[in-house]
């Protein structure tokens, strides 16, 4: 059974910091890429960041360098770094495991940022 279990979400102040984590278990295919996604309420999901099995790393125009994505192979886990968060950061963040075959969604962890 697949599963992906997201952790770090929660309530930070604006400028604060949160690490999210999305580790990725029960998947038979070889894992390409892993990335994050965003859905704020009444908004289309988003893509913020991916990063390849080498390390090669896109991120969304809009984050400015404010966060680092990054991951384990070996524990087919992917991280999320968020620094000078904002309330526009404010979203449900969704991990995205991409193998040979298919692709995987976790279940989303909310991240809210308050002003």
């Known amino acids: 059974q697949v599963q992906l279990v997201e952790s770090g979400g929660g309530l930070v102040q604006a400028g604060g910091s949160l690490r999210l984590s999305c580790a990725a278990s029960?998947?038979?295919?070889?894992?390409?890429?892993m990335g994050w996604y965003r859905q704020a309420p009444g908004k289309q999901r988003e893509l913020v960041a991916v990063?390849?099995?080498?390390?090669?790393?896109n991120y969304a125009d809009f984050l400015k360098g404010r966060f680092t994505i990054s991951r384990d192979n070996a524990k087919n886990t992917v991280y999320l770094q968020m620094n000078s968060l904002k309330p526009e950061d404010t979203a449900v963040y969704y991990c995205n495991v991409v193998t040979t075959v298919r692709d995987y969604w976790g279940q989303g962890t909310q991240v809210t940022v308050s002003s």
């Open positions: 029960g998947i038979i295919f070889r894992i390409n890429s």
């Open positions: 990063i390849t099995r080498g390390g090669t790393t």
